[in-house]
Structure formats: structure tokens, C-alpha cells
């Protein structure tokens, strides 16, 4: 079951096709979604950008949680890294529990692009 759905539904891996979020060289850019109440997740789904950078996510992080400063939520695992030569990675966050998903890439000058990001609650 989807509980949450972002960016726009669109999992088209091509930035110029207008289904991804870019941010541009910032300190430990951060993208969330707020799924309005709190569920037990499953697994958070991760599309990358394919068409330039794919290296460019790496390494990231995933925090969940209730609170809407969302880094200030426990993190699900430590750094991920996605295999560039592949649209989308899925991380099992099971057990964990929250309204907040957030990617964060931890770092200076990162450019953080999703070009979606789906929720599985259990
Ligand atoms: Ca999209």
C-alpha cells in the first residue's frame, strides 16, 4: 500500500521531462514529504535522476519521524548509496514509524534531484 506518493506520481528519471525536484549546490540539502498522519512504514522507494549526475545522490540519508524538523527524526540505517546505473533504489525502513520522510544529503555543495520518491507503509 502507497501512503504517501511524491513528488508528482511521475517516475520518469529524465529531469528535462519536468517529474523531478533539483536542488542546486547547497550544505545538507533536504527534501520531505508530510504524509499527514503518522503510519508504520515499510520500505521508501528513491528515483534518481538518470539523464545527468546519477552520482550525485550519493551518499544520502533517510529520516522518519513525527517531528517537523526533520532532521531532528532517527535516521533508517546510515549512509545509502544507489548504483548509478539504476532509476531506483528501495530501502527497508521497517519498524519505524512517522508522518515526516526526509532525504537528506549529508555534505556541503550537494545537489540533491528526486525524481521520486514513493512510501510503503506495512
Ligand atoms: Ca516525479
Not at 549546490?25 to 528515483?47: A, C, K, T
Not at 533504489?89 to 520518491?117: A, D, H, N, W
Request: proline residues 5%; hydrophobic residues 30%.
Amino acid at each position: 500500500m502507497v501512503a504517501g506518493l511524491a513528488v508528482d506520481g511521475n517516475t520518469d528519471t529524465d529531469y528535462y521531462h519536468d517529474s523531478c525536484q533539483h536542488n542546486e549546490g547547497e550544505s545538507n540539502p533536504m527534501w520531505w514529504v508530510d504524509l499527514g498522519q503518522s503510519f508504520s512504514i515499510n520500505r521508501v522507494v528513491i528515483f534518481n535522476r538518470m539523464d545527468y549526475g546519477p552520482e550525485r545522490l550519493n551518499p544520502f540519508n533517510i529520516h522518519i519521524g513525527n517531528s517537523y524538523q526533520v532532521t531532528l527524526n532517527p535516521k533508517c540505517g546510515g549512509d545509502h548509496y544507489i548504483d548509478v546505473s539504476q532509476p531506483s533504489i528501495s530501502i527497508s525502513c521497517q519498524g519505524m514509524t512517522g508522518r515526516y520522510v526526509g532525504v537528506r544529503l549529508p555534505g556541503t555543495y550537494r545537489s540533491l534531484t528526486l525524481c521520486e520518491v514513493q512510501v510503503y507503509s506495512n
